[in-house]
Structures are given as structure tokens and as C-alpha cells.
């Protein structure tokens, strides 16, 4: 069933999940059939006017990857990377015979740069009109100030160095639902000096959602003791299709945290909660270390 559920998020959802349930499996099919159509045709058009055999070799390389890629994963364009770079050099090749003077193929090359700083200002622009950012990492980047200082509003930060301050060692952290709240994951736990797991109900599967009874266990197997959670969902249809595992995600999270835990903080919508009936925890140890001890005391 996760096998399923993965498989179909790889290869329908990834690439467009900003449509999420609002475009269709029947369409993302057709948007998939229709790239590599599109692939075919475009790939036949540049061997034509391509005669060079090193460069028909790089093309048709190109196509092949990219073709897998879609066959596995739709049309998430970050895995065709390789395949790019090799229809990039055939395209410079083709230039450099056009236009063999240094300076043509200079202007060109400060014309694409140009294009794509224009267009990475444009989208910092949208993000901070001010262009906060951009200047704020500047400053970060050259030791004129912190992060903390330049985004104060960034919880995920404050929440992570006070884990880090005020929790063990050897403690582990749940990130709770994070993808269907500020729809990320994985960069939840980046500041944090601590072994983190994420809840991806699509991607993972070593935390179960069938019941709660499978959710506590599963915490109680990684040795989990403490829990960040958002106190409200902000875009809980972010994979785009509905699952058990998917709906039970963040409710299983909340009643865990409102039932079996104790609160240590509020950091804006964050929160940090410790684990209170972890049976598989003891005095900080977990029930590997525990037997790891008891062995070493025998």
C-alpha cells in the first residue's frame, strides 16, 4: 500500500504540487504522455540539424535519461540535470560553429547570466518586496549580523536552538506534519543538534499511521521524546490525493501531544512538547541503550 501511495506521488505529484487536488490523475497523465511526446519530437528535430556524431551521441544520451526519469518520476525536472548538461554542451558546440569569434559567444554568455539574475531578483522581489533577503544574506554570508537578528520571525530556527539548549543529548525529535503545514519537511530539523524524524506520510513509512496504537509504537521504537507541531495545519491537501496514512497524520500528532505530553514552548506557531508516556524511554535512554547498559552491567 506505501509502495502505492509513493509510487504515485513520485511520479503524478511531485513535479506540480502547487496544483495539488486541484489538477487531476487524468490530467497529470496526459501532461506526462504529452512531455514525452514532446521529448521524442524534440529530440528527432535537433538530430536533423545536428551532424556532428559526438553531439548526436550526447543528444540521444540525453533523451534516454530523460525518458527513464519520466518514466519513474513524471516530469520532475531537477533529475534530468545530467541529461541537460549534455544538450547544453551540444548547444554550445553549435554555437561556437555559428558564431566562432570570442565576443559573440561572450555576449551571449553575459546575456544568459544577466537573464538568470534578473530573473532570481524577480522572484525575491515577489517574495520580500523590500528585498530583505537577499540583502539580509548578504549580511549573514559576510559576518555583519546573525540569522537570529535577520529573521526574528523564523520559528523553526528559535524552536531548534532552544531544543538544543534545553533538551539532552541524546534526546530525538518528532517534526510533526510538517510538509502539510509550512510544506517542507525535511528542513524542519536542519538547525538541530539532535536526531530528527520527519512525519512524511508519503515517503516514509518507519512511523505508522494505520492506528494510533501503530503511531505510539512506532515513536517508541525510534526512542522519540520530543514532538514540534504547528498548532494549525496550513495546507493539509499539499500531496494532492487522499490516503489512511495522510489523513491520520496530523491528527494522530495532535491528540498524541494534547494527551501524552507535556508542554515546554510556544515559538509563534510552533510547538515543543516532551513525551510523558513513552514507555520505551527511561531516564533518557532508550530501549536500545537500556539493553546496551543492562548488557554491559551483566
Same mark, same amino acid.
Given at each position: $500500500?506505501?509502495?502505492?501511495?509513493?509510487?504515485?506521488?513520485?511520479?503524478?505529484?511531485?513535479?506540480?504540487?502547487?496544483? =495539488?487536488?486541484?489538477?487531476? &490523475?487524468?490530467?497529470?497523465?496526459?501532461?506526462?504522455?504529452?512531455?514525452?511526446? +514532446?521529448?521524442?519530437?524534440?529530440?528527432?528535430?535537433?538530430?536533423?540539424?545536428?551532424?556532428?556524431?559526438?553531439?548526436?551521441?550526447?543528444?540521444?544520451?540525453?533523451?534516454?535519461?530523460?525518458?527513464?526519469?519520466?518514466?519513474?518520476?513524471?516530469?520532475?525536472?531537477?533529475?534530468? &540535470?545530467?541529461?541537460?548538461?549534455?544538450?547544453?554542451?551540444?548547444?554550445?558546440?553549435?554555437?561556437?560553429? *555559428?558564431?566562432?569569434? *570570442?565576443?559573440?559567444?561572450?555576449?551571449?554568455?553575459?546575456?544568459?547570466?544577466?537573464?538568470?539574475?534578473?530573473?532570481?531578483?524577480?522572484?525575491?522581489?515577489?517574495?520580500?518586496?523590500?528585498?530583505?533577503?537577499?540583502?539580509?544574506?548578504? *549580511?549573514?554570508?559576510?559576518?555583519?549580523?546573525?540569522?537570529?537578528?535577520?529573521?526574528?520571525?523564523?520559528?523553526?530556527?528559535?524552536?531548534?536552538?532552544?531544543?538544543?539548549?534545553?533538551?539532552?543529548?541524546?534526546?530525538?525529535?518528532?517534526?510533526?506534519?510538517?510538509?502539510?503545514?509550512?510544506?517542507?519537511? +525535511?528542513? =524542519?530539523?536542519?538547525?538541530?543538534?539532535?536526531?530528527?524524524?520527519?512525519?512524511?506520510?508519503?515517503?516514509?513509512?518507519?512511523? *505508522?499511521?494505520?492506528?494510533?496504537?501503530?503511531?505510539?509504537? +512506532?515513536?517508541?521504537? &525510534?526512542?522519540?521524546?520530543?514532538?514540534?507541531?504547528?498548532?494549525?495545519?496550513?495546507?493539509?491537501?499539499?500531496?494532492?490525493?487522499?490516503?489512511?496514512?495522510?489523513?491520520?497524520?496530523?491528527?494522530?500528532?495532535?491528540? &498524541?501531544?494534547?494527551?501524552?505530553? $507535556?508542554?515546554? =514552548?510556544?515559538?509563534?506557531?510552533?510547538?515543543?512538547?516532551?513525551?510523558?508516556?513513552?514507555?520505551?524511554?527511561?531516564?533518557?535512554?532508550?530501549?536500545? $541503550?537500556? +539493553?546496551?547498559?543492562?548488557?554491559?552491567?551483566?
Amino acid at each position: $500500500e506505501h509502495g502505492a501511495v509513493f509510487s504515485r506521488y513520485m511520479h503524478y505529484y511531485s513535479w506540480a504540487i502547487a496544483s =495539488g487536488a486541484r489538477l487531476s &490523475l487524468s490530467a497529470r497523465r496526459v501532461i506526462v504522455l504529452l512531455a514525452e511526446l +514532446s521529448l521524442l519530437g524534440g529530440t528527432l528535430l535537433a538530430w536533423r540539424f545536428t551532424r556532428e556524431q559526438r553531439s548526436r551521441a550526447l543528444l540521444v544520451c540525453g533523451a534516454v535519461f530523460i525518458a527513464a526519469s519520466m518514466a519513474s518520476t513524471g516530469v520532475y525536472a531537477r533529475y534530468w &540535470l545530467p541529461a541537460l548538461i549534455w544538450w547544453l554542451l551540444v548547444l554550445v558546440a553549435a554555437l561556437a560553429r *555559428r558564431w566562432p569569434e *570570442r565576443r559573440v559567444l561572450l555576449s551571449l554568455a553575459i546575456g544568459a547570466s544577466a537573464l538568470g539574475l534578473g530573473l532570481h531578483l524577480r522572484r525575491q522581489l515577489r517574495a520580500d518586496p523590500k528585498l530583505l533577503s537577499l540583502a539580509g544574506n548578504w *549580511r549573514i554570508a559576510t559576518g555583519q549580523s546573525t540569522f537570529a537578528r535577520e529573521y526574528p520571525e523564523a520559528y523553526v530556527y528559535t524552536v531548534s536552538e532552544y531544543i538544543n539548549a534545553h533538551t539532552p543529548p541524546n534526546a530525538r525529535v518528532l517534526m510533526a506534519s510538517f510538509y502539510s503545514t509550512f510544506g517542507a519537511s +525535511s528542513f =524542519g530539523g536542519f538547525w538541530v543538534d539532535r536526531p530528527c524524524y520527519a512525519t512524511d506520510t508519503h515517503l516514509e513509512s518507519a512511523i *505508522r499511521f494505520d492506528d494510533f496504537q501503530s503511531f505510539k509504537q +512506532s515513536l517508541q521504537r &525510534l526512542g522519540v521524546t520530543h514532538v514540534v507541531i504547528s498548532d494549525k495545519q496550513f495546507s493539509a491537501g499539499r500531496v494532492g490525493f487522499d490516503f489512511v496514512a495522510g489523513k491520520n497524520e496530523y491528527p494522530f500528532c495532535r491528540r &498524541l501531544v494534547d494527551t501524552e505530553s $507535556e508542554k515546554l =514552548g510556544q515559538f509563534g506557531p510552533l510547538q515543543l512538547y516532551r513525551l510523558t508516556a513513552n514507555e520505551a524511554l527511561s531516564n533518557g535512554e532508550t530501549r536500545d $541503550e537500556k +539493553s546496551s547498559s543492562a548488557t554491559a552491567r551483566k
